[in-house]
C-alpha cells in the first residue's frame, strides 16, 4: 500500500513548498480564526466569504452583508464581528452569508486556495475531522496560519494533535518532517497544553487583550461535528 | 534590564519575517554545510566564499578556486569537495580559500547577508558559540538552513539546544515562540537525539546515500572552539 504523506506547513508563507496536488489542506487559526469559522457553522450560519483584505470586507459591507473583520487582535472598526467565537453564538447568524477578514486565517485559506480540497480545522471539530480525513485515503497538509507569517504555538500544538491521531490509525500515514516535530510537541504537551501555551506570545497577546474565556473555548474540544469547506470562494458546511 | 529576543527563523523563506536589527543571525545546517564549514576552519583553511548558485561556483573554480559544492546530498561534479565535513579533514586546505555552495546553507547565508553581524553554527562548535552569545548582550536569531525552504528536525534540534543554553544564562534572553518549541523539543529528544532524528526524511536521505558516519560526526559536540563569522561576502574564523 503506498503512503499517505502527511505534512504541516507552518507558515502560509511556506506554503508553495508544500504544495501537492493530491493532498488536502487543513487551514488551522486557532486563536481564533478557525475556531470562529466553526463555532459560526455550529450556530447555523449558512455560508462564510473569506477575504484577505479589509478594503474588499467593507466593500461586502457596503453591499448590506453581516461582516466579521479581525486586525491584531481587535475587531476592526466598523464591522459587526470580530473573530471571537462567543461572538458567533447568536440566533442572529442562523441562515445568513457572513463575510470574515483575520489578520492570519484568511491569509492562509488565501494561499491554499488552489488545492484539491481546503478544510477548517480547530479543536473545537477535531475528531469529525480526523474522522473525515481518514475515510479519505489521501495526503493531507496540515496549513498553520501563524501570526505574520511567523511561527504559531497554538496552531503547531493543534497540527500535532492531528498528526498524532492519524499516525495512530491503521492507514499508511507517513509523517513529514516538521509533522513529526509537532507530534511530538503536542505528546509533550499534552497532559497540559497550557504549560507551552503559557510562554506563547500569541496567548499573552490576547492575554493582555482580556481574551482568557476566549483562549479556554479555543482549546476546547469537540464543540461541534461540523467539517467547513472551501467550495469554490465560499465556505460551506460539509454535505450541506 | 530590557529582554534580549532570541527567535528562531525554521526556513530562510520566513527570514523577513523575523529579520530585526540589531540580532546575531546564526546560520544552521546541521546535515551538512555548517558542520563542513567549522571543521575547515578547524583544519586551517583561510577563508571560505559561500556562493548560493553553481554557477557562480564554476566561475572561481575557472579562475583556480578550490571549490566544495553539493546538490541534494551529493558532491556536485567538476568540483574539489562536497559538504561531507571528512572531506576537509585535509593538510591540503590549509592557508587557502575555498569557495563553497550548498542546497542549503548557502541560501540561508545569503539571506541573512545584510544582518549586523552572521555566524556559523553546529553542534561541533555548540559550546563556543553559546559563551560567545553570551558575551554580546544582543538579540539572537537562529536561522535554519532547513531543506528546499521546508522545515528542517535537525537544524530545529540544534537551533533549541542553542535556545536552552540562553535561557539558562543569567542574562535576560526572552524566547519567541519558535525558540520555545525548538527548546522543548531539543529537551524531550535529548537523552536521545537519534530517536527525533531516526524519522527525519534527511537522516533518511543521507542514510541511504551511506553517510552514516557523517551523521554521527555531524551530531557530536565542540570538536573545536573556532567560530566561523562573514565579514563582508568571505567567511573567516572569528578574530583571525
Chains 1, 2 share one sequence.
Not at 477548517?120 to 489521501?138: P, V, Y
Not at 497538509?141 to 497540527?159: P, Q
Amino acid at each position: 500500500m503506498s503512503k499517505l504523506l502527511v505534512e504541516v506547513c507552518l507558515s502560509p508563507n511556506l506554503y508553495l513548498s508544500y504544495e501537492r496536488e493530491n493532498a488536502i489542506v487543513v487551514v488551522i487559526d486557532i486563536f481564533r480564526a478557525t475556531s470562529a469559522i466553526c463555532t459560526a457553522f455550529q450556530f447555523g450560519v449558512h455560508k462564510m466569504i473569506p477575504v484577505a483584505g479589509l478594503d474588499k470586507a467593507r466593500e461586502y459591507k457596503e453591499k448590506g452583508f453581516l461582516v466579521g473583520a479581525e486586525r491584531d487582535g481587535v475587531p476592526a472598526e466598523g464591522f459587526d464581528f470580530g473573530n471571537s467565537p462567543f461572538s458567533y453564538m447568536t440566533d442572529k447568524i442562523k441562515g445568513q452569508t457572513i463575510v470574515i477578514s483575520t489578520t492570519n486565517g484568511t491569509q492562509a485559506i488565501e494561499a491554499a486556495r488552489k488545492a484539491k480540497q481546503v478544510v477548517i480545522g480547530s479543536f473545537l471539530n477535531i475528531t469529525a475531522l480526523c474522522n473525515w480525513l481518514k475515510q479519505q485515503n489521501s495526503e493531507v497538509i496540515l496549513l498553520c496560519s501563524g501570526w505574520k507569517n511567523r511561527f504559531s504555538m497554538e496552531d503547531t500544538l493543534f497540527a500535532g494533535a492531528v498528526a498524532d491521531r492519524l499516525s495512530a490509525s491503521s492507514l499508511p500515514y507517513l509523517l513529514g518532517d516538521a509533522a513529526l516535530a509537532a507530534k511530538y510537541m503536542f505528546l509533550s504537551a499534552q497532559k497540559n497544553p497550557y504549560r507551552l501555551l503559557h510562554e506563547s506570545s500569541h496567548k499573552k497577546r490576547l492575554h493582555a487583550l482580556g481574551l482568557k474565556e476566549d483562549i479556554k473555548y479555543c482549546l476546547s474540544v469537540d464543540q461541534t461535528d461540523i467539517i467547513p469547506m472551501l467550495h469554490g470562494d465560499v465556505l460551506v458546511a460539509m454535505n450541506s
